[in-house]
């Protein structure tokens, strides 16, 4: 997938982000195709916008960007966490009758 391949680009080997414009550089690639993909598989999507979410806060907790950049990564990264919330599959809740109509089903 491309962001395996953009994400081990903007990463050293020790982990550590390379520079913050790459941080920056690779986010903002990820929210156009984010963007470009909405309409699409929903699972995907999901996924997507997760690693958005990630990039976003490895953005906000470097000590070296300007605070105004921090602050504003740091609400994006709550925003996305937020689509990312919206955005999984439910789980299905049965309740008592729902049980009791599907163990008689599978009888």
Known sequence: MVTDKMTSTFVEP???P???ELLVSAV???MSHYTANN???TQ???KLASVIERHLKALADLP???PVLRATCQQLSEQWGNVVER???QPEKFNFFSRI???ARSA
Do not use: Y
């Open 14 to 16: 020790n982990s550590a």
């Open 18 to 20: 390379a520079q913050p």
């Open 28 to 30: 903002l690639h990820l």
């Open 39 to 41: 309409s699409q598989e």
């Open 44 to 46: 995907s999507c999901v």
């Open 64 to 66: 070296n960007l300007a």
């Open 87 to 89: 955005t999984m599959p």
């Open 101 to 103: 109509v599907a163990g």
